[in-house]
Every structure is written in structure tokens, then in C-alpha cells.
């Protein structure tokens, strides 16, 4: 006990944290850096994209006739958005389809974080928009539905229509949807295993196996989740997980994917973006009217009940999630901040905590400044998790063992 409180004193916590992020420099940080702050640029450019993909449809009356074509199809005012969402989604999809290449495929490779193929990845994205047109279309219906029935009030309830499709979207997506990218298999019996169903059972978590999924035949990248609702939940890890930490790392990672399983965070989460979903939809319920009375007759559509306004309110869409875009990020990282404190706890390995941060900051800029952290990261970065790791630790060395 004597020795654990000397050590405890002599434990300094800056001095730790910086050694970690010693371990990240030269090269291997300044790609680190110029990867993660390249996609500051990205999300400006991905913005202009879809605004610019949404006026082509608009402008030349792409979309107005996508919507004569499904009303001449169907005699229910119902399923015409359902019918119109064909076009939209393929023609929208070739149009990004340039952009979607460099952000997801060639970048990628630049950086040395895909090991998929040209033929897989077409593969994966292939089901990704058979999966997209499903969606699509089961959601206009419900939106366009709201829309006809409640002109001075769809914006209220089409944020319920969306998030009781998140929702749906939260249930069936680890069983029916991840697989469909993925193998889930369960993990073999060890040691490892029986730690992570003892933290979750130590927490109330109803899971009773561990699944492992390929995810090294896509990228390098570790993860792991606790993920589903209800009937659904499953606790998952990828292989990279397994293959490219330690044991304490591994158990560093599912304390935390626990901590929001416990924290309730999916529910929060749902909630906390519907708060932001409905304040985008009463300023699209605002501004669609106003822009369809000044250029509704040079596109071809006049109503917002028409699934014709489908581009103006995916272009206005982009451009409100843009300006918010610190606001969505910092509901999301101060969940995943509640989670690393949760994990440290559960868990109790700070080391673990800290080298896995340092992995993950292969990817993501280890120290931002303050107000970049703020607007850019959807996570605390690298160096404060290293550093509330240590802190963590200095806080709990004297504890007898």
C-alpha cells in the first residue's frame, strides 16, 4: 500500500501524456494531420457538390419530369414519391459518382487506409444504393405524406416521420443490414471474451455473446460497438480490433462501446439530432415556398407536396447541416467523452486507453486546437483522451490491488 501511494505521487500525468504523443511524429503525424484536415475541405466541397447536383436536376427539369413520370404511373398520390425516388436516387448517384470515387475509394488509398479493390469496393456500393433506393422511397412516402396533409405543420411532423425511421433504422441495421458488408461471426472462447461479457454483465448489458466481423477487408481501421435496440442489441469488434492491439487496448475499446449502451446514448442520440432536425425542417417549411414562388416556374414545380421539390430541399438540407455542423459534432462528442469516462471506469486499463487512442490518431489529428476540436471533431481528439487516460490513472495508482 505504502509503495502504491509513493508511486501514485511520483506519477506525473502531463509527463505521461506526452510521451504518448511522442510516439506519433515525423512523417506519421504530418500524414495523420493532412488527412484528418483535409476533411475540413471535404465537407465544404461535398456541400457545394450535392447543391450543385440538386440545381442541375432542378434547373433542367430533370426532376419535374421524374415527378410527371411516376404521377402518369400511378394513380395514388401516395406512392408517387415512392416511384419518383427511382430516378432521383440513380441519376443523383452517377452525377456524385466522380466525387464519391475521390472521397471514398482514391483518397483512401492515397492515405493507406483501404485494402479493398476497385472491384470490391463497386461491390459494396452496388448494395449500398440497392439499400438507398429501399430507403428512399419508404421514406417519401411518410415525408410527401406529411406534407400533403399538414402544409402548415409538416415540418413537425416529418421530424417525427424521420425519427421513427431512425429508429427502425436502430433495430434491424445489426441484423439485417450490417451483415449484408460484413461476416459476423462469434468470437471464440478465451479469455478475452469472458472479460467483455463480465464487464457487460457487470453493467446490466443483455448480450450474451461477442461477434467479430471482417472489417480488414475493407480498411485498417479499429472499431467496435454495441449496437441494436431492444431484441437487437449485439456487442461487436472488428478483427483489426484483435489483430492490431493488446488485450488491454481491446478491453480499453469495449468498456467504452459498453459505456454507451449503459449511458443510454442511442436514445439521447435520436433525440438530440431530432432537436436539429426540427429546427431544419421549420427553416425548409421557411424557405421552400419563398424560393419556389421566385423559381418554381423556370424548374416545373410549384407545390412542396410535389416530390418534384425533392432537389431544393436535399440542396437547402446540405447547406443547413453544413452551417451546423459544430453543433452535430459536439452532441456526438460529448456522448463518446461520457463513453471514454464511462470506459475507464469499467475497464480500468489507462494504458490500454491511451495506446488505442494513439492507433486511432493514425487517422485523426492528435492535437487540434481548441475551437477546431469544437467545429471539426465528432470525438475528443487524441491528446485529450491520452490525457484524461493519465489523469485517470494518477487519480487511482494508490488504490490497493
Not at 475540413?40 to 433542367?60: G, N
Not at 449484408?180 to 471464440?188: G, S, V
Not at 432537389?311 to 456522448?335: K, Q
Request: charged letters at 15%; glycine letters at 6%; a neutral charge.
Amino acid at each position: 500500500m505504502i509503495q502504491a501511494i509513493l508511486a501514485a505521487a511520483a506519477f506525473d500525468p502531463e509527463t505521461a501524456t506526452q510521451a504518448y504523443l511522442s510516439t506519433l511524429n515525423g512523417a506519421a503525424r504530418a500524414k495523420s494531420d493532412a488527412y484528418f484536415e483535409g476533411g475540413y475541405w471535404l465537407l465544404l466541397w461535398s456541400t457545394l457538390v450535392a447543391v450543385l447536383v440538386s440545381w442541375i436536376e432542378l434547373h433542367f427539369g430533370w426532376s419535374a419530369k421524374w415527378s410527371a413520370w411516376a404521377q402518369r404511373m400511378t394513380g395514388r398520390p401516395m406512392l408517387r414519391p415512392a416511384l419518383y425516388a427511382l430516378p432521383y436516387v440513380l441519376v443523383t448517384a452517377a452525377l456524385t459518382l466522380p466525387w464519391t470515387l475521390y472521397t471514398d475509394f482514391f483518397r483512401e488509398h492515397q492515405y493507406g487506409l483501404s485494402n479493398q479493390s476497385f472491384g470490391e469496393w463497386g461491390k459494396e456500393a452496388l448494395i449500398a444504393l440497392a439499400i438507398q433506393l429501399v430507403m428512399t422511397a419508404i421514406v417519401l412516402i411518410g415525408v410527401f405524406a406529411v406534407i400533403r396533409r399538414s402544409p402548415k405543420r409538416w415540418w413537425l411532423w416529418g421530424t417525427g416521420v424521420i425519427a421513427l425511421f431512425m429508429t427502425i433504422g436502430a433495430v434491424i441495421a445489426p441484423v439485417f443490414i450490417a451483415p449484408l458488408f460484413n461476416d459476423y461471426k462469434p468470437m471464440a472462447a478465451g479469455p478475452m471474451r469472458d472479460q467483455i461479457l463480465a464487464m457487460a454483465h457487470a453493467n446490466h448489458v443483455p448480450a450474451d455473446n461477442v461477434y467479430v466481423f471482417d472489417a480488414s477487408k475493407q480498411s485498417k481501421r479499429i472499431s467496435a460497438n454495441v449496437s441494436g435496440l431492444g431484441p437487437t442489441i449485439r456487442i461487436s469488434l472488428n478483427d483489426n480490433l484483435l489483430n492490431r492491439t493488446s488485450p488491454a487496448e481491446v478491453k480499453a475499446v469495449m468498456g467504452h462501446e459498453l459505456g454507451h449502451y449503459v449511458l443510454n446514448h442511442v436514445v439521447r442520440g435520436l433525440l438530440e439530432i431530432c432537436a436539429v432536425l426540427l429546427l431544419v425542417f421549420f427553416l425548409l417549411w421557411w424557405l421552400s415556398p419563398k424560393l419556389l414562388a421566385r423559381y418554381g416556374e423556370r424548374w416545373g414545380v410549384f407545390k412542396v407536396s410535389d416530390p418534384a421539390a425533392m432537389p431544393l430541399l436535399i440542396g437547402m438540407l446540405a447547406v443547413l447541416m453544413l452551417l451546423l455542423t459544430p453543433v452535430t459534432n459536439s452532441i456526438v462528442r460529448t456522448s463518446e467523452a461520457e463513453a471514454d469516462a464511462f470506459g475507464l471506469d469499467a475497464a480500468r486499463e489507462p494504458d490500454g486507453f491511451a495506446a488505442v487512442s494513439m492507433k486511432l490518431s493514425e487517422y485523426r489529428k492528435i492535437s487540434p486546437a481548441p475551437l477546431e476540436e469544437i467545429v471539426f471533431f465528432d470525438h475528443p481528439s487524441g491528446e485529450n483522451r491520452v490525457r484524461r487516460a493519465m489523469e485517470w490513472k494518477a487519480r487511482h495508482l494508490a488504490e490497493a490491488r
